[in-house]
């Protein structure tokens, strides 16, 4: 069965990159996690330690607010952009995915030009009411620069999904008698379930795992990455590191499985 | 609960016309009555604006200024679709993929607020009628396209609308199940005595089924008329040639006949016409001996499809004339025969202005 042989020989380049820079370095981080002097107990620390469970509450929460409200601005623009036609439309969506290609850290930058000390709304809020508001370095800082980050990805997403809806089910649901609202409810938003789980997976993971605008604003709140980067470059501290890393992956893929199994129903039927 | 007959509202299209943004001019304004119960066909090439009206009419379209919609009297021309209590079937169906059988059948009513039970008892009376019993729990990607096809008619004609408007709905269907279907359409129709506009671009399909037929022209009524009218008295070229088969013949007339190459054919025109275009449909040739009748020319090819034979003759007209002769007569290809023609089943039409 050359056929059957030649499948395997595709499938040999796959199996050496997955061995070699995918199961290799995770076993490795797993083994790390659990050479502390606690040992596999290492790994329950990020649930019964209270500084490191603050954290991960922290995280999660800032993650999910993120995805909830990057999913419903871009559901918004995406819709209106895909389906009208204005001047200046074209010069819009490129402005939008513009900070596509920005690390982390030029998004965290931004933000303190925005509302760091110095900061524009510092300034104009100086000048009205006689007092600076800054909030660059708090969790509402770090929540804007995520959502900075991520609404662009998901922006894209929606448009897509939004092209490919069928128009004329809108149409049948309204000669049935649906106003705008029940049409919105009942046949656009089950159509874009797919999309909605597929980016708002992809702007979760990012927003837990986020490095370079944690680490550009949070001085005064941690984060999980924040914590995994203290605890291996200031306090050398290898196995809890590893163990947190591990804890961050499993968590945040069990909150996606999660979700994904919540929205399953809907997703299949609409498919 | 059964259908009160004739529930429907009466259509009156009032110089609608319509130009896309794009500047496509997709319909010269028209003006059209539609009586209350009437089935109504729109037919025409692909194209022609069929759809365009259907949706001004649905409220899916809005009509260039001057236009008006009204339904039973009332202008609903800046009413919104969702108000007009309109049943729409589109070609594709459109069936809710998140919704079963049963839900798609009962959307409507679910959006009018109708109580649970009373809403389940509108959805088996709909799913006997349309012959759709053991599906009303599955997903709409379970069903064959004829099924979708029921299923889409259920969801249009279970929330009782004053008018049921159709895009093509047997189109995306083979040829038997089209065939069949179209039956228990025109029975469903004929039952349900709701005003009904139906598109199509297959004739036979707009024949059985309108009372009346609009056959259009790229954006323009060529003609309206019972499916009779249109077929034996066209306006014009147009509709004689996209209705069956036609033979148009264009020749000198004296003393009341035409003047042809393969002898003089008696037609029923005024005397003083000096050129006549005449329509001749196929089947009103009679293929007799030759010297046994005025015209004759020599057959060319014969087909046999089954039901008839098709047969081409040439000498008889300067173009080749199609005859569809019955399956009986006896004749083969280089044979000289007679051509009978009544002068009744000549019609003639205004002459060209070809554009
Ligand atoms: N949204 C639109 N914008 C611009 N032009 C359009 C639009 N919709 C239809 N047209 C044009 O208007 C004309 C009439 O279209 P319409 O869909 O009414 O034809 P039709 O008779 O239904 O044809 P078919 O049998 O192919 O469905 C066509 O030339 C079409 O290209
Ligand atoms: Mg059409």
Known sequence: ?271 | MSVPAGHGASVRIETCGKTFADGTRALEPATLDIARGETLVLLGPSGCGKTTMLRIIAGLELPDAGGRVLFDDNDMTSVPIERRNVGMVFQSYALFPNMSVADNIGYGLKIRGMARQERAARVAELVALTNISGLENRRVDQLSGGQRQRVALARAVAIRPGILLLDEPLTALDAALRDRLRGELNRLLRSLGITTIYVTHDQSEAMELGDRIVVMQKGTIAQIGTPREIYFKPKNRFVAEFIGAANIIEAPVENGDLVLPGGRQPIGGEASQTTAVAMIRPETIRIVEEGAAPLSGTIDSVSFVGDRQRMLVSGASDKVLTVDAPNTVKAQAGERIGLLIAAEVVRLLPPENRG
Request: positive net charge; glycine residues 10%; aromatic residues 12%.
């Open chain 1, 1 to 271: 069965m050359p056929h059957r042989y030649f499948v395997w020989l595709c499938l040999l380049p796959l199996a050496v990159l997955t061995v070699a820079f995918f199961l290799l370095p995770m076993a490795r981080l797993v083994v790390t996690g659990a050479e502390g002097p606690q040992g596999l107990a290492g790994y329950l620390a990020i649930l019964v330690e209270p500084r490191y469970r603050a954290t991960l509450i922290n995280t999660v929460l800032l993650a999910a607010a993120t995805t909830v409200v990057t999913l419903v601005v871009a559901t918004v623009a995406g819709m209106f952009l895909q389906r009208h036609r204005f001047p200046g439309r074209a010069v819009l969506i490129a402005m939008l995915t513009f900070p596509l290609a920005f690390p982390g850290v030029v998004v965290g930058f931004l933000i303190i030009l925005l509302a760091g000390r110095q900061g524009l709304i510092g300034d104009l809020s100086n000048r009205m009411f006689g007092e600076k508001l800054v909030f660059a370095y708090s969790i509402f800082g770090l929540f804007l620069g995520y959502l900075y980050f991520s609404i662009p990805r998901v922006i894209l997403t929606i448009m897509a999904a939004v092209q490919k809806l069928d128009v004329g089910l809108e149409e049948a649901a309204r000669s049935l008698g649906a106003g705008p609202w029940a049409v919105q409810r009942d046949v656009v938003l089950p159509a874009l379930g797919p999309a909605f789980v597929a980016s708002g997976a992809i702007a979760f993971a990012t927003a837990m795992g986020a490095f370079g605008t944690a680490f550009t604003l949070a001085t005064n709140i941690d984060v999980l990455p924040m914590l995994i980067y203290t605890e291996f470059t200031l306090a050398a501290n290898f196995a809890t590191s590893a163990a947190l890393s591990v804890g961050l992956g499993i968590i945040a893929w069990a909150i996606l499985a999660l979700a994904r199994s919540f929205s399953g129903s809907t997703v299949a039927a609409a498919g």
